[in-house]
Nanobody, 124 residues
Framework: QVQLVESGGGLVQAGGSLSLSCAASGRTFSIYKMAWFRQAPGKEREFVAAITRSGGGANYADSVKGRFTISRDNDKNTVSLQMNNLKPEDTADYFC?????????????????WGQGTPVTVSS
């Protein structure tokens, strides 16, 4: 089992940047595929980005491709999401997710462990 704690959310103007971090504790971090999801008020949770166990591969939602970068540090048990050129439509609660099974994908049901979320608000 792994516990996930997100940090780094906040308020930023459109065009600005934020860096989210997710700290993991518990079992060996490198066995987990990791992902970020987000949920805006009144909307369903949606995939943002995912990264392989080694950190050598990543997938992104089309809406964030070219603006967001996911990375991980298996020595520090962290996964990060660098968000640049933020837009008001990026406003949401951002969640870190993990699973020891399967390949990285964009299905929320394939991730077993979730953090509590961190809010990101982008003002226009």
């Amino acid at each position: 089992q792994v516990q996930l704690v997100e940090s780094g959310g906040g308020l930023v103007q459109a065009g600005g940047s934020l860096s989210l971090s997710c700290a993991a504790s518990g079992r060996t971090f490198s066995i987990y595929k990791m992902a970020w999801f987000r949920q805006a008020p009144g909307k369903e949770r949606e995939f943002v980005a995912a990264i392989t166990r080694s950190g050598g591969g990543a997938n992104y939602a089309d809406s964030v491709k070219g603006r967001f970068t996911i990375s991980r540090d298996n020595d520090k048990n962290t996964v990060s999401l660098q968000m640049n050129n933020l837009k008001p439509e990026d406003t949401a609660d951002y969640f870190c997710a993990a699973s020891e099974y399967g390949r990285v994908n964009y299905y929320s049901r394939s991730y077993t462990y979730w953090g509590q979320g961190t809010p990101v608000t982008v003002s226009s």
